[in-house]
């Protein structure tokens, strides 16, 4: 089946530093990607909708400035925690739509968990 | 075993059992709905959906039903082995064009086989 991978899966950094996440569609071009923030011990909320092309559509709450997305390719979404701070240490995952007009599915990466110290 | 979801958010069973997790959805307007586990550390891991022209859809080991009315959802695990132990969500989401893919997920149930 269609793999969405998703890298890093661990990165630790320091406060005021930035960090890029990426997240491939391996064996389907994905126009839509979706980017989630997990919290330990708590759901999933979503964060934003990646556009490849266009600018990414940010959930109420969501700071662009903070959490820039960038999907410059149809296979390729990246999400950039800008200016790191402790709080922002989450556990962030992303999907992607296979785009197809029947029985489109929708698949998940294996998530990334950022730690800032 | 049977969990309510978002009052019960730990469900354990003995392996051999059926586990039932439960969930309550919020919009009235969605029309797809998803179950995923999750083990710790990694992605949402598909298990079932069911559109809402349904009531009910039968997996391997897994059953979704679904009620409108009440806007309930349940996941039926039959025999729950040791290896079902993980989170297991609810998702909702509207299929319709740009919809597709923005899923609101529920609070989340974690099962707990005991051997």
């Known amino acids: 089946g269609a793999v969405v991978s998703q890298h890093p899966s661990r990165v630790i950094c320091k406060s005021g530093t930035s960090v890029k996440i990426e997240c491939r569609s391996l064996?389907?071009?994905?126009?839509?990607m979706f980017w989630y923030r997990q919290f330990p011990k708590k759901s999933l909320m979503l964060m934003a909708t990646?556009?490849?092309?266009?600018?990414?559509?940010?959930e109420q709450g969501v700071e662009k400035d903070k959490f820039l997305i960038n999907h410059a390719s149809l296979t390729l979404s990246t999400l950039t925690v800008t200016s790191a701070h402790p709080e922002d240490s989450s556990f962030y995952i992303c999907?992607?739509?296979?785009?197809?007009?029947?029985?489109?599915?929708?698949?998940f990466g294996s998530g990334t968990q950022l730690s800032v110290l | 075993g049977e969990s309510v979801g978002l009052h019960l958010p730990t469900l354990s069973v003995q392996e051999g059992d059926n586990s039932i997790i439960n969930c309550a959805y919020s919009?009235?307007?969605?029309?797809?709905f998803i179950w995923y586990k999750q083990e710790s550390g990694k992605g949402p891991q598909f298990i079932i959906d069911i559109r809402s022209n349904m009531d009910k859809r039968q997996g391997q080991r897994v059953t979704v039903l679904l009620n409108k009315t009440v806007k309930h959802l349940s996941l039926q695990i039959a025999a729950t082995q040791p290896g079902d132990s993980a989170v297991y969500f609810c998702?909702?989401?509207?299929?319709?064009?740009?919809?597709?893919?923005?899923?609101?997920f529920g609070q989340g149930t974690i099962l707990t086989v005991h051997p």
């Open positions: 998702a909702e989401n509207i299929s319709g064009g740009t919809s597709y893919g923005k899923l609101t």
């Open positions: 919009n009235s307007a969605s029309d797809y």
């Open positions: 064996d389907f071009q994905a126009t839509t």
């Open positions: 990646s556009n490849e092309g266009s600018k990414a559509t940010y």
């Open positions: 999907s992607a739509r296979t785009g197809r007009t029947t029985n489109e599915k929708l698949f």
